[in-house]
């Protein structure tokens, strides 16, 4: 069962030994998972502590509260509150100065009438722009809204969250600006214009959550006609991370992927570029499926085979990844012993790992694992250090073997917030970038 609400429980525990025992074990059996603990107070009668725990409805939730309260005398529920709209108020994202304005000889420095002579020395020698302004590092993160997560087609101001958290991570993780731009159309040739017309501002383009079959197209001719990298990431950030939770699996179970047989359930965007890079890699035995026709033809377009059932598919294939946005998909009798299941989906997984894993597969992760975060920073940092025009399969396979060489023995990818995996990828993409010029 998904378990996609995310509250944080404030509560009053008196400090006897055992108290907190007792309040997470009634979490747990009231079907709530505990993320992070943060202990707000610890005084010498009572501890207050801020648990966020996710669970599958409100009705779960009020249960779980309730079930606390009486875990045990003196227990106090002090707030339940929704952390993740709070975190949104007032947007997640802010422009801000790297430069102080405190006198008068700054004003002019940095504005009036200082910055004419840069602006002069650009117009002579326009590669200074990257030197001069911030373009050189300004990825823009361009939305039609068409294909936000798996909620469908919700329009690009709905989907102003995600690509606001696309512009943290770029920022946080690899120090890009990211700028979201959003599109109030979905015509590819509108869609290429536009981005043409705006494309100065950027060092790269990063598209984002622009849905199959029209990303196709957008993404080829932006990548033709523009001179600096473009890059679907729903596409290719996700098929990058997928090749390397599946080289990992590959290598924790001794066999080579190459060999494996790997069926791909749902080709739009990111299945379809799942499918190309695992036979860009060598995969021999590539086979998917799709509800759509024209999805099917593109799989076999580029050398795939087809499959005309999810239930084919799970019969005969080792790995198994899933990218279709629909919950609840996979049915645990549909796994066999042994096998990798990638559900990717977000928010909501086509199975749940633990459930998968119960049916007997030998290893399972979803999209909150598996999830093309661990790709694009790196991938853009790297591409914008080196300079390059293009993102390339050779760079993005460097990708994955960098995030293969940043995982942990036993686990299928990095830890999202290990801040070397970025660093690796970025190095990893800039080599390859590099070694091409010369
Ligand atoms: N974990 C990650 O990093 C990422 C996860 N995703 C997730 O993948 C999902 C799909 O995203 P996109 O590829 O961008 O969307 P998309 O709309 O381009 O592709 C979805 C495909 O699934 C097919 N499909 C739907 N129901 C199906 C069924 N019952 N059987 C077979 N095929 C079916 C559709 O026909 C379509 O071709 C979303 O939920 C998204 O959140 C996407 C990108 C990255
Ligand atoms: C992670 C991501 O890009 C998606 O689910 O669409
Ligand atoms: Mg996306």
């Not at 009634?26 to 202990?39: A, F, N, R, S």
């Not at 120090?175 to 214009?193: K, Q």
């Not at 590539?286 to 087809?306: H, I, K």
């Not at 299941?341 to 894993?357: D, G, M, T």
């Amino acid at each position: 069962m998904a378990r996609d609400l995310l509250r944080n429980i404030i509560v009053e525990i008196p400090s006897i030994p055992g108290n907190f025992a007792k309040v997470a074990t009634v979490i747990g059996e009231l079907g709530g998972e505990i993320g992070d603990i943060k202990t707000i107070k610890m005084g010498t009668m009572s501890t207050v502590r801020d648990i966020s725990v996710t669970c599958s409805s409100k009705v779960v939730l009020e249960q779980i509260v309730e079930g606390m309260k009486n875990a045990g005398e003196g227990i106090d529920i002090l707030a339940v509150s929704d952390d993740v709209m709070h975190a949104h108020e007032g947007g997640k994202i802010h422009m801000t100065s790297r430069v102080d304005v405190r006198s008068l000889a700054d004003l002019r420095r940095v504005y009036t009438p200082g910055v004419a002579n840069v602006c002069l020395e650009i117009e002579k020698n326009p590669d200074k722009a990257r030197y001069f302004t911030s373009i050189g590092n300004s990825v823009a993160i361009v939305t039609d809204g068409s294909a936000i997560l798996g909620l469908g087609n919700i329009g690009p101001v709905a989907g102003m969250p995600v690509m606001e958290g696309k512009a943290v991570l770029f920022d946080q993780f690899v120090g890009i600006s990211g700028v979201p731009i959003l599109l109030n159309t979905s015509d590819p040739d509108e869609v290429v214009e536009t981005v043409k017309h705006i494309h100065q501002s950027f060092g790269a383009i990063l598209l984002e959550d622009i849905g199959s079959p029209h990303c196709f197209e957008i993404e080829e001719r932006l990548k033709k006609e523009l001179q600096i990298p473009v890059m679907h990431d729903d596409q290719h950030g996700t098929a990058v991370v997928t090749l390397a939770a599946a080289l990992n699996a590959c290598r924790a179970a001794g066999v080579d992927l190459k060999n494996a047989v790997v069926g791909q359930i749902g080709l739009g965007a990111a299945g379809l570029a799942i499918s190309r890079m695992m036979m860009e890699y060598g995969v021999k035995e590539m086979w998917g499926t799709d509800r759509q026709e024209e999805a099917t033809n593109r799989l076999r377009e580029y050398g795939g085979t087809v499959l005309n059932s999810v239930e084919e598919i799970m019969e005969k294939c080792d790995i198994v990844i899933a990218t279709t946005g629909v919950e609840g998909l996979i049915k645990p009798e549909m796994v066999r012993e042994g096998q990798v299941i990638l559900a990717l989906s977000n928010p909501n997984p086509e199975i749940q790992p633990k459930e998968a894993l119960k049916a007997g597969a030998a290893y399972a992760a979803d999209g909150r694992l598996v999830n093309n975060v661990l790709g694009f920073p790196g991938i853009f940092r790297g591409v914008l250090n080196a300079g390059a025009s293009a993102i390339t399969y050779p760079m993005m396979i460097a990708a994955a073997e960098a995030i293969v060489s940043s995982t942990k023995q036993g686990d299928l990818v990095p830890h999202p917030l290990d801040p070397s995996v970025h660093q690796m990828v970025a190095h990893a993409v800039e080599r390859v970038a590099l070694s091409n010029h010369s």
